[in-house]
């Protein structure tokens, strides 16, 4: 059974992440046991430039109007359906709202701590991103994370 996937990159543009999203890329494209149908790829660093041969692969650089806080509050809150047999895998933290299973691989500190109250646009960020991600969790089957310690701080603030 050949599985299709849909990668979300939407959000990728550090450095670490940008690394990671080139070089399980090309794997993904020329593996034989899933199709990946699209990729959405940010619209700015490296990643946005990424070129592929494989034609039956749908690569959409998705535009920022709005600021990146907002266009992904909206990117993520909005439902996202999938067709029918297939997977979506999101690198860029926080899980979208969708039907189709979901793997999300999760490396930001801040949807996993507590922050003092300020008036901060940075605190007010960093809690709607949390927000969303607790409304969104239910549709991840599986969080990838790169440490024990992030597991564990995951499992604690969102016991679900």
Known sequence: ML???QLHLSNVVGVGAVQLAKSLLPKLLANNYANVSTVILPDRGDL???KSSKSSTNFIVRKRLLPNF???FFECIIPHRLPKNTAVLVLGDIPLNTNGVQTVFLHTPNLVKYFKP???IDFFK???AQFIFSK???HVSQFIV???VMKDKLEKFYPA
Do not use: A, C, D, H
């Open 3 to 5: 599985y299709n996937i």
């Open 126 to 128: 960093y809690r709607v």
């Open 48 to 50: 946005s430039r990424f």
């Open 70 to 72: 907002l266009s992904r």
């Open 118 to 120: 300020s008036l901060s």
């Open 146 to 148: 790169q440490t024990g």
């Open 136 to 138: 969104n969790e239910k």
